[in-house]
């Protein structure tokens, strides 16, 4: 009984077992494939749609995992075509994002020309604002353009030809052309136009607008404004006409002035030749005079020759009638002798002295008439010029002297030097004494280096006051006009020292006290063709 106890029991364990290990190999068999299912479900859930699905087991088992494959493929494709989807409409979203925005900018920049416009209309007169709508042609115009156009806002229709009609015919082709090519950007909008009004009034606008485009770049609407500038055109046209006037009036008066200054030429040539007629009458005068006091002087010698040979002659008749006598004595042969001797004698000294007069009278009216170039001592040719002008020094009271050493030599023009001597001793005769008031007049001369002298005539006479000073060299000028003085001394002299002899000349006095002209002349005279004029004007006061 024990045994067999033993035995059931031994039994009923292996059955348990058995039972048992069955059971565990059923469970293992079924959860395993479920448990991979679990796994790959959560993935799915979770977005993993690439994990791979494995079931194997019992045949349903088998087909829920193939379902769960299908159903992950379908669901991978929908993601999938969900995912382009949604991309596809982020990109519209943005796109539409960008276009609100530029759409908002779009209206805040026309919003802002709108407040500009109005603002400038508002402050000032004659400014009218226009607003185009490019996609449906209505135009809409404030007050101010209403006003400037003519027109109340019932007659006005609201689009481009309502305006168009308007402008000025001889205007219109070119303002509509600048107006279509600021749409097609190819151009600005920039016209100057005149308009008609209903009153029949013309007047003058610049016009300006800005064309707003989409993000296509086409347009989509047009704001501009109308400036009212007809008082400035017209403005503008009477200053054109005024110029037009005034250039006219320029020209005649150029024309005027040119036939003036033509006149004025032609009478200043005239003054030129008349002031060289009036220089050479001068020169002539100075030289008449000359032959005048040359003359004098010879009448003395020449005279007492006369004189002598007339004696000489009546001497000589006497004899010889004695002679034919024969009654001539002794003592009457020798009173002849004594008296042929005394008288050839004397009328060898008045003939020497008229033939010095002769001579030096004809070296200085060469020199003086012919201004011909060469060497002389200065010494020489002032003592020449002095003693033929002795018969009119004489008659003054005043004392002439000259301090010039020898062995000044100068290549130079004696005779135009000796016509500035000349001058120079007559100026200080006639201007600078009065003949109750003796004076003394000093030429003198000294060397300068090796190639310039100067030379100087100074007086002590009554001098000149500074307003005369200045003007001494200008030609007709003088204090004495009527009374001796031509006005042409001084220039004369101005003239020869400056071109003809090379060097300077000027003036210095002091009223009450006298005066001195200080001429500085180079030994070797320039050629006459080498000459520039100078102007009285450069002169300058020596210095001491």
């Known amino acids: 009984m024990l045994e067999s106890g033993n035995q059931l029991i031994t039994y009923f364990a292996a059955l348990v077992l058995t039972l048992s290990v069955a059971i565990f190999l059923v469970v293992r068999g079924l959860t395993g494939p479920i448990e991979r299912l679990t796994i790959a479900a959560r993935a799915m859930a979770s977005g993993d749609l690439d ?39 982020r990109e519209e979203v943005a796109e539409r994002e960008k276009a609100e925005i530029k759409n908002r900018r779009y209206v805040e920049i026309v919003e802002e020309q709108n407040l500009r416009f109005e603002l400038a209309r508002k402050s000032s007169s004659g400014i009218g604002v226009w607003d185009l709508d490019l996609i449906s042609g209505e135009l809409k115009w404030d007050d101010s353009m209403l006003s400037i156009y003519g027109i ?37 909008y920039q016209p100057r136009f005149r308009l008609m009004r209903p ?33 400035s055109v017209r403005t503008e046209m009477a200053l054109a006409r005024a110029n037009e006037e005034l250039e006219a009036r320029v020209a005649r008066r150029t024309h ?18 008349t002031q060289d007629e009036l220089v050479r009458n001068e020169r002539l005068a100075s030289l008449g005079s000359l032959v005048a006091g040359v003359a004098h002087e010879l009448n003395t010698p020449i005279g007492n020759c006369i004189m002598v040979s007339s004696v000489l002659e009546a001497s000589v008749r006497q004899v010889s009638a004695d002679i034919d ?44 008439t012919s201004a011909q170039r060469r060497e002389f001592d200065l010494a020489t040719i002032v003592a020449e010029i002095m003693a033929t002008m002795q018969p009119q020094l004489k008659k003054t009271p005043h004392q002439f002297i000259e301090d010039i050493p020898k062995g000044l030599l100068m290549d130079s023009y004696p005779g135009p030097l000796g016509q500035v001597v000349v001058n120079l001793v007559n100026n200080c005769i006639i201007h600078a004494f009065t003949d109750a008031v003796p004076g003394t007049v000093t030429i003198s001369a000294r060397p300068l280096g090796t190639d310039t002298v ?11 006051a500074p307003e005369i000073l200045t003007k001494v060299f200008d030609p007709f000028f003088t204090t004495k006009l009527g009374q001796g003085g031509s006005g042409l001394g ?45 102007s009285a004007a450069d002169m300058q006061a020596p210095t001491s």
């Open 51 to 89: 994990r791979e699905i494995k079931a194997s087991g019992a045949e349903e088992l088998t087909i829920l995992g193939e379902s769960f494959a299908r159903m992950r493929e379908s669901i991978k494709e929908k993601m999938s075509d969900l995912a382009e989807k949604n991309k596809i409409l």
């Open 152 to 188: 109340q806002r019932s007659e006005f229709r609201g689009n481009v030809a309502a305006w168009s009609e308007r402008v000025h015919p001889e205007d219109r082709a070119k303002v509509v052309k600048e107006f279509e090519a600021a749409i097609a950007g190819i151009g600005e």
């Open 199 to 231: 009153d029949r009034q013309e007047r003058w606008v610049d016009g300006t607008a800005h064309v707003v485009r989409d993000d296509a770049g086409r347009p989509i609407r047009m704001v501009g404004v109308n400036i009212d500038v007809t008082n």
């Open 256 to 273: 005027d002035l040119s036939v003036a200054n033509a006149q004025l030429k032609d009478a200043l040539e005239v003054l030129h030749q």
């Open 325 to 368: 006598a024969g009654t001539l004595r002794r003592s009457g042969l020798m009173s002849f002798v004594k008296d042929a001797i005394e008288g050839t004698s004397l009328l060898s000294r008045n003939l020497v002295r008229a033939s010095e007069l002769i001579s030096n009278f004809k070296q200085v009216s060469v020199d003086q």
């Open 454 to 464: 100067r030379l100087m005539v100074s007086d002590d006479g009554c001098g000149m």
């Open 490 to 534: 001084l220039h004369i002299v101005y003239g020869t020292v400056t071109q003809l002899l090379g060097g300077t000349i000027n003036v210095s006095s002091v009223v009450g006290k006298g005066s001195v002209f200080t001429i500085d002349l180079p030994l070797r005279a320039p050629l006459v063709e080498s000459m520039r004029p100078r």
